[in-house]
């Protein structure tokens, strides 16, 4: 069986006094791990990785996977020179991570056949499994279906985090069979799942994993009504945490849980006071 199947975490980056709070991720990593969950991604969009330096980049993922403890972490690779990216993706050959997660070149907007040859030269580099990274809300550009289904030939892109919202292109993948699709979209998780997804790597499930965790059990042994009335409790939560940009509201219901400071880094703000009032109440639930 895969290991890219199940409820993965992407790792918020805690910070205390502006400087990266790697106690707090140890702890957070911990807490998640003793939840069930089946692995994490770092330095992904929720990992405010754009705000970090290479150098509080490596220590992060190093802090991730001394905590793990076995558990499967994949790293997030961002940017949009090819040059540099194909240098971290070698630099990550090194490190005993379980795949590399890529996204398209933002800001460029290439045409697909350039993605095809984006993530093909990236992969063919990469001693690690690839994870492809479609939220085309964050780079500008859509990866297409036949541009996935070609990628998906290749030997080293094994899943999919699937961020773009599309439900015509979530099922010809998971018809087809050869990536692994993960549902990138929390308020998509349970319909990818039900349609035959291998899971998800929600940023909700920071603040609740036990009944993401649940949900996915229920819905992959078959028990749909249990899987749909945990889904349905988790709506109020779901629709909160995405009503202001991510991943500020995931920091303040974990800042109301005691795991962490309510800190980002500029250009990100804490939520708006309203949000904070009903986080608090609804991580508490």
Known sequence: MSIFSGIWIPLVTPFNLGAVDHRALAALVARYRDAG?????????????????????????????????????VAGVAGNRAAVLRERVLRLNDEPIAGVMLCAPYYIRPSQAGLVEHFSTLADVSAKPIVLYD???????????????????????????????????????????????????DDAIFASICMGGAGAISAAAHVRPERFVAMYQALTQGDLAQGRAIYHELAPLLRALA???????????????????????????????????????????
């Open 243 to 285: 009503s202001e940009p991510n991943p500020a509201p995931v920091k303040a219901a974990l800042a109301a849980q005691g795991w962490l400071k309510n800190e980002l880094r500029s250009p990100m703000t804490p939520v708006s006071d309203t949000l904070m009032q009903a986080l608090t109440g609804l991580a508490a639930a």
């Open 37 to 73: 969950v089946a692995g994490f991604t770092a330095l992904g969009t929720t990992g405010e990785p754009a705000a970090l330096s290479g150098e509080e980049q490596d220590a992060v993922l190093a802090t991730i996977l001394r905590a793990a403890e076995g558990l499967p972490v």
């Open 135 to 185: 939220i085309p809300y964050r780079t500008g550009v859509r990866l297409e279906p036949d541009t996935l289904l070609t990628l998906a030939g290749h030997p080293r892109i094994a899943a999919i985090k699937d961020c773009a919202g599309v439900p015509d292109t979530t099922l010809a993948l998971i018809l087809d069979g050869r990536l692994k699709v993960l549902a990138g979209n």
